[in-house]
């Protein structure tokens, strides 16, 4: 079982940045692939980052390329999201996932997301 907790979320104007943080209760070995996801009202969950946890493999999903930057701290077992230049499309629920797909090469799909986070608020004013 693997438990994760967000934190960081908030509100901000457009061209500001967040940084969320993910806390995960399990060793690497449980969540080789860790993802941020997003969820707008009315919208279906989106993937915008993802990091291969036994490597440096990361992936953006376009609208967040050179915006958002994806990291990690093993030794804490802590999964970031460095979030800049926001604007009011960022704003959305944003969940911190974990599968136990190896994604060295590929990003995996939701489905393959075992283990969620509650969940955490990001608004951007215009």
């Not at 969950?45 to 958002?68: H, L, M, P, Q, W």
């Not at 797909?101 to 489905?111: K, L």
Request: contains cysteine; hydrophobic residues 30%; positive net charge.
């Amino acid at each position: 079982q693997v438990q994760l907790v967000e934190s960081g979320g908030g509100s901000v104007q457009t061209g500001g940045s967040l940084r969320l943080s993910c806390a995960a209760s399990a060793h690497t070995y449980m969540r080789e692939c860790m993802g941020w996801f997003r969820q707008a009202p009315g919208k279906e969950r989106e993937g915008v980052a993802g990091i291969y946890t036994g490597g440096s493999s990361k992936y953006y999903s376009d609208s967040v390329k050179g915006r958002f930057t994806i990291s990690q701290d093993n030794a804490k077992n802590m999964i970031y999201l460095q979030m800049d230049s926001l604007k009011p499309e960022d704003t959305a629920t944003y969940y911190c996932a974990a599968s136990n797909v190896v994604c060295r090469e590929f990003f995996p799909a939701r489905s393959y997301f075992n283990y969620w986070g509650q969940g955490t608020q990001v608004t951007v004013s215009s």
